[in-house]
């Protein structure tokens, strides 16, 4: 499986970036972004589930950033708005091969969760 992120680069802030992530090879279940600056751990961002009735944000970027998804492309969004300089980070996507019985928001909100994982794309929020 792989997973394929697109759509970041430089924005002033107050702007709004869109990011992509295609997963291609099997059908993917609950999928993630995360984010990771400079010297930092890698951070939850949001998760949605595969038929994403269910969505979680970090608190940080609550109200600013949506995630959605178009599971017939196997693909996962992350529309963000508001951007602000501490927003700047590599951002990944990340997805679950099985298809839990009991989703938990909690659950996917930590890096173990996730078995499959993008190549990062930078996001830059210029002040």
């Known amino acids: 499986v792989q997973l394929q992120a697109s759509g970041g680069g430089l924005v002033q802030a107050g702007g709004s970036l869109r990011l992509s992530c295609a997963a291609s090879?099997?059908?993917?279940?609950?999928m993630g972004w995360f984010r990771q600056a400079p010297g930092k751990e890698r951070d939850f961002v949001a998760v949605?589930?595969?038929?994403?009735?269910?969505?979680a944000y970090a608190d940080s970027v609550k109200g600013r950033f949506t995630i959605s998804r178009e599971n017939a492309n196997n693909t996962v969004y992350l529309q963000m708005n508001s951007l602000k300089p501490e927003d700047t980070a590599v951002y990944y996507c990340?997805?679950?091969?099985?298809?839990?019985?009991?989703?938990?928001?909690?659950?996917?909100?930590?890096?173990?969760?996730?078995?499959?994982w993008g190549q990062g794309t930078l996001v830059t929020v210029s002040s």
């Open positions: 990340a997805a679950d091969r099985d298809r839990v019985t009991t989703y938990s928001d909690a659950y996917y909100q930590t890096v173990p969760s996730y078995d499959y």
């Open positions: 090879g099997r059908t993917v279940y609950a």
């Open positions: 949605a589930s595969w038929s994403a009735y269910s969505t």
